[in-house]
């Protein structure tokens, strides 16, 4: 039972142009989201998140967008760099168990310079 | 900055032996979260430690076993390993504080079961 998909394993972006990761989840116990982004060998690293009381959340290049009807949140990326190429997880947590959080499985995006 | 340290970072055992990986949180940090990530799957929640307590549990085998220490490190032992235990095993600390709690993940123990 996939709480939280990604259903796009990978996706493949030119340099300088918007990256969008989707995400849907089936938990509508689920009010809390994040970003994690995680490279080769490394552990996950936290990108951004979003609370349900908003629908949109922005960082520098990084902003995460929910719609809590649909149940989908999103995260654009502009511009893409290079650097930017990585696996990036979706997650949510519910309640005030803000640590034990429920991944999807991961999209790879691949920037080219 | 100090990351979060997990040891070993690669670990080969048989089946049937057992196991215990380490993880030592960033200083100051007083919650401990340890996650399992098998081949092409998504980490999957075992158990978190608050305070040296035991806060949340997840889908941990009755075989793993887990405690925090008084010195807030945190030790993930694994009995009569199988197969299917061969994962990436990630440890996380934070600093607990609601809504605006951020998990630092350490590099993982690859565990590989012969």
């Known amino acids: 039972d996939q709480q939280v998909k990604q259903n796009s394993p990978s996706l493949s972006v030119q340099e300088g142009r918007i990256s969008i990761l989707n995400c849907d989840y089936t938990n509508s116990m689920f009010d809390y989201f994040l970003w994690y982004k995680k490279y080769p060998a490394e552990g996950p690293t936290f990108l951004i998140s979003i609370s349900s009381i908003k629908d949109k959340n922005e960082d520098g290049r990084f902003t995460v967008f929910l719609n809590k009807s649909a149940k989908h949140l999103s995260l654009h990326i502009v511009p893409s760099q290079p650097g930017d190429s990585a696996v990036y997880f979706c997650a949510a947590s519910e309640g005030t168990s803000y640590g034990k959080l429920t991944f999807g499985q991961g999209t790879i995006l691949t920037v080219h310079p | 900055a100090a990351g979060v340290i997990q040891s070993p970072r690669h670990l080969i055992k048989e089946k049937r032996e057992t196991a215990t990986l380490k993880c030592y949180p960033i200083p100051r940090h007083d919650t401990v979260y340890w996650y399992q990530q098998g081949p092409g799957q998504d980490p999957q929640f075992l158990i978190s430690f608050y305070e040296k307590m035991q806060s949340d549990k997840g889908s941990i085998p009755d075989r793993f076993s887990a405690q925090q220490f008084s010195d807030y490190h945190s030790e993930l032992n694994m009995s009569s390993l199988e197969l299917g235990d061969s994962a990436l095993y990630f440890c996380?600390?934070?600093?607990?504080?609601?809504?605006?709690?951020?998990?630092?993940f350490g590099s993982g123990t690859q565990l590989s079961v012969l």
């Open positions: 996380a600390s934070s600093l607990r504080r609601g809504e605006n709690e951020k998990l630092f």
